[in-house]
């Protein structure tokens, strides 16, 4: 059973432009909501994090907004530049971290 | 490199046999997590240590498949009798207790089984 879904497997955007990455979670007990960037041939790459109880964090170009009444997060980065280009899964975790559930990613490509 | 390490990179085996893997975390990191990543999907939670504790285990994980922290630094993931249906990207994950949501990951042991 799927509890972290990205339902869009690719997105291409200008550079320059805004990349919007949408992730939905079903299970309303997690407490802690992740976004990972991975290149081909390496392991994932911690990118931002945010609690349940805020509905916005913002690190630099990235921003993840949460949604809990609709159970969804999406990751903003502005402005997309071309080194962006990579796979974003968006993972999910309880108060603990003891465990993480990630969705099956979307595959980000920034045009030049 | 003082990053996550997992040997062997590769790892081609005949259904029926024995595999083992190691993760090397960061060294301080006392928190240890394996997972395992197929085709078209997310990194799949496995386990979890804290320490040489094993805190956590996946229901889906089955009996053949088997996990050591002996000293509470690398660790070893065993798959027994092996099925082609464990053909999959293995990944090691460290973290520290002060900060558990920045799993570090390591490149990887990708498993064949003919």
């Known amino acids: 059973d799927q509890q972290v879904k990205q339902n869009s497997p690719s997105l291409s955007v200008q550079e320059g432009r805004i990349s919007i990455l949408n992730c939905d979670y079903t299970?309303?007990?997690?407490?802690?909501f992740l976004w990972y960037k991975k290149y081909p041939a390496e392991g994932p790459t911690f990118l931002i994090s945010i609690s349940s109880i805020k509905d916005k964090n913002e690190d630099g170009r990235f921003t993840v907004f949460l949604n809990k009444s609709a159970k969804h997060l999406s990751l903003h980065i502005v402005p997309s530049q071309p080194g962006d280009s990579a796979v974003y899964f968006c993972a999910a975790a309880g108060i603990n971290g003891n465990q993480f559930y990630f969705g099956t990613g979307t595959s980000l490509t920034v045009i030049p | 490199d003082t990053g996550v390490s997992q040997n062997p990179r590769h790892k081609i085996t005949k259904r029926g046999q024995n595999v083992t893997f190691r993760c090397d975390p960061i060294?301080?990191?006392?928190?240890l997590y394996w997972y395992r990543q197929t085709l078209g999907q997310g990194p799949e939670f496995l386990t979890y240590?804290?320490?040489?504790?094993?805190?956590?285990k996946s229901r889906l994980l089955s009996d053949r498949f088997s996990a050591e922290r002996p000293k509470g630094s690398f660790s070893t993931l065993e798959i027994q009798r092996t099925e082609q249906g464990d053909s999959a990207m293995y990944l090691c994950?460290?973290?520290?207790?002060?900060?558990?949501?920045?799993?570090?990951f390591g490149p990887g042991t990708r498993l064949t089984v003919l």
């Open positions: 994950a460290s973290s520290l207790d002060l900060s558990p949501l920045e799993q570090f």
């Open positions: 060294s301080e990191h006392n928190r």
């Open positions: 240590f804290q320490n040489e504790a094993q805190l956590e």
């Open positions: 299970n309303s007990m997690f407490d802690y």
